[in-house]
């Protein structure tokens, strides 16, 4: 059975940093792409990060990029995504997603808050 | 960034009857390797996405067979055979053909 757990999440002053983890099981993590989306409250989902299987490709939306870093550890089937300089606008929901373009499934997700 | 639009946004359903949800793309969702990314997800209250559909037509395990996906280019239909109560909730259709990928504004469906 697949589990993708996430952790990190809380409150965070606008400029501060969070690091989220992803717990993943059920699958061969090292052949599988793992993604970040994320919901800010009450609307729609949106696309954030993405890491190929070997972590030799990393994706990034243009609103992350420069601020945001994923990453994974294959040893221990985890997927991170350090995020600095918090706004405002990042509070949502993030979701650790198994795969990319065709992601099949995803996690309870975690809860960020950017304010002050 | 492909522009994913939904419609209607809010989708009133009657149990025993169908409904349907269009979504169209601002370009065409073939990818370089032939497929077509066009995904299919549902979100209860409370819960996570759990997709529906996969590469336009193909049903996940699991998921009733009253969903259907069709659809090609930039013109994509999700369609309910029979609405049941447990059907409530937000759809979102989602493209992973063009970086970054995109899901459309969601069409909430609620049991009238």
């Known amino acids: 059975e697949v589990q993708l757990l996430e952790s990190g999440g809380g409150l965070v002053q606008p400029g501060g940093s969070l690091r989220l983890s992803c717990a993943a099981s059920?699958?061969?993590?090292?052949?599988?792409?793992m993604s970040w989306v994320r919901q800010a409250p009450g609307r729609g989902l949106e696309w954030v990060s993405s890491i190929d299987g070997d972590a030799i490709g990393t994706y990034y939306t243009d609103s992350v990029k420069g601020r945001f870093t994923i990453s994974r550890d294959n040893s221990k089937n985890t997927v991170h995504l350090q995020m600095n300089s918090l706004r405002a606008d990042d509070t949502a929901v993030y979701y650790c997603a198994k795969g990319g373009r065709a992601t099949d499934f995803w996690g309870q997700g975690t809860l960020v808050t950017a304010s002050s | 960034d492909v522009v994913m639009t939904q419609s209607p946004l809010s989708l009133p359903g009657t149990l025993g009857q169908p409904a349907s949800i269009s979504c169209r793309s601002s370009q065409r969702l073939v990818h370089s390797d032939g497929d077509t990314y066009l995904n299919w997800f549902h979100q209860r209250p409370g819960q996570s996405p759990r997709r529906l559909i996969y590469?336009?037509?193909n049903r996940d395990s699991g998921v009733p067979d009253r969903f259907s996906g069709s659809g090609s280019g930039t013109d994509f239909t999700l369609k309910i055979s029979r609405v049941e109560a447990e059907d409530v909730g937000i759809y979102y259709c989602?493209?992973?053909?063009?970086?970054?990928?995109?899901f459309g504004q969601g069409t909430k469906l609620e049991i009238k």
């Open positions: 590469k336009v037509s």
């Open positions: 059920g699958f061969t993590f090292s052949s599988s792409s």
């Open positions: 989602m493209q992973g053909a063009h970086w970054p990928y995109t």
